[in-house]
């Protein structure tokens, strides 16, 4: 059966509006890190309990950091289970931007704990997995799922940027976590790409 999703909108969340049955194990599936020009992309695939809500889900960009630190441990207590995927930056070099975040989101779903009978992928692009999916763009401001993977997603990915710093401080990956400030730009003339930068994005390629 292929399912449709709705085009409501949070906090009508598309999981709890049919054709959506209740006995359906969802998962979200999100990933961040598209634009920055260092660091990886990460994804994650969350599963709550059926009619589960945690107030406050949706898009991780809408939120403050403070918000989704707050949000994240609650995401982790109630999830059913949580999975996470990624692609360093010499795979979205090999592969390009839109491959290696597809590839990042299959990672998150096959690393789930139990199989989902439906996976909601945000985007317009399904994954390459043998499973009921259906495609929601926006999805992160639109399914309860896919706003606490793109939660989860964030806090991991900032997380690892920070600890990077230590390594690459002449970048300031604490602050700009790798996105393309004047500040990171200014660095990148002044001492060129270190391992973590991505060598195929305009702005770190000498001719960008």
Do not use: W
């Not at 043998?130 to 309860?144: F, H, I, K, Y």
């Not at 606490?148 to 690459?168: L, N, P, Y």
């Amino acid at each position: 059966m292929r399912f449709r999703a709705t085009r409501k909108v949070s906090p009508a969340y598309v999981e709890f509006s049919p054709p959506f049955p209740q006995t359906l194990c969802i998962a979200g599936v999100d990933e961040v890190g598209r634009g920055p020009l260092a660091g990886p992309v990460i994804a994650a695939a969350v599963i709550f309990p059926p009619r589960f809500v945690i107030p406050g889900i949706t898009d991780s960009k809408k939120l403050t950091p403070p918000q989704r630190e707050t949000l994240f441990p609650l995401i982790r207590q109630g999830a059913l289970a949580i999975g996470l995927g990624y692609a360093d930056p010499a795979v979205v070099d090999r592969l390009n931007i839109l491959r290696a975040s597809l590839q990042a989101m299959k990672q998150a779903v096959l690393h789930l704990t139990r199989q989902p009978d439906l996976v909601l992928v945000d985007g317009n692009q399904p994954l390459d997995l043998p499973l009921e999916q259906s495609c929601l763009v926006r999805g992160d401001a639109r399914s309860l799922t896919i706003g606490a993977a793109s939660i989860v997603a964030k806090v991991v990915r900032d997380k690892v940027m920070e600890a990077c710093h230590g390594r690459f401080p002449v970048y300031n990956f604490r602050a700009n976590k790798g996105y393309g400030t004047a500040e990171h730009l200014e660095a990148l003339r002044r001492h060129g790409p270190c391992p973590l930068h991505r060598l195929s994005f305009r702005g770190v390629r000498p001719d960008g």
